[in-house]
Each structure stands twice: as structure tokens, then as C-alpha cells.
């Protein structure tokens, strides 16, 4: 499977941006997806996973403010990010977890000027 994630782009502290991740074929419900991140000079960090029959797990740093959901009809993934502080620039990698193996996708770069 290929994962195509968009949406990062340059924006103010206190906006929001909202990241997809257009997968190349159907993934089912009961698969894990998630979005990492990697800031410039740092390792890269989980920020949020979802899976159908449980609740979505979030990053202290962004909990109360990203939310992740999914659209299995458009086979994508979805994050929405408000409330941006500038500790969330990076580039943003969504991840499917799948029994043939862990795919990710390329990443997008969100960057929140201060």
C-alpha cells in the first residue's frame, strides 16, 4: 500500500491546519493508522493513532487540541490541528500498521511561525 499525506503548510501560532493521508487501497477499519512527526533535530515522535472499537490515543503535547479520524469510504486519514504552537513544526508522517507490514507515508511539513 501507498500513503500519500498533504495539507502542511506555513501558519501563525493559534491557527489550524488540517493533514490527510490518502491511502492506495482500502485499509480495513481494524488496522491501526496513526501520524508521527519528526521536528528538525530531533527523533520522530508518535502524535496520534486510531482504530476502529476503540478510543483514538494522543501525544500529551496534543491532546485537547489535534484530533484524528478516518474516512474508510475515501480510504483516508485524517488530523486536524488547532490551537498550532510553534513546538509542533515538523514534517508530519501518517503510518498504517498492517499484517504485511508497517507502511508510512512520505510526510508533510507543517511549520507555525510564532
Known amino acids: 500500500v501507498q500513503l500519500q499525506a498533504s495539507g502542511g503548510g506555513l501558519v501563525q501560532a493559534g491557527g489550524s491546519l488540517r493533514l490527510s493521508c490518502a491511502a492506495s487501497?482500502?485499509?480495513?477499519?481494524?488496522?491501526?493508522m496513526g501520524w508521527y512527526r519528526q521536528a528538525p533535530g530531533k527523533q520522530r515522535e508518535f502524535v496520534a493513532s486510531?482504530?476502529?472499537?476503540?478510543?483514538?490515543n494522543y501525544a500529551d503535547s496534543v491532546q485537547g487540541r489535534f484530533t484524528i479520524s478516518r474516512d474508510n469510504a475515501k480510504n483516508t486519514l485524517y488530523l486536524q490541528m488547532n490551537s498550532l504552537k510553534p513546538d509542533d513544526t515538523g514534517v508530519y508522517h501518517c503510518?498504517?500498521?498492517?499484517?504485511?507490514?508497517?507502511?508510512w507515508g512520505q510526510g508533510t511539513l507543517v511549520t507555525v511561525s510564532s
Open positions: 487501497r482500502t485499509i480495513h477499519s481494524s488496522v491501526v
Open positions: 486510531i482504530r476502529s472499537g476503540r478510543d483514538p
Open positions: 503510518k498504517a500498521n498492517l499484517p504485511s507490514g508497517h507502511y
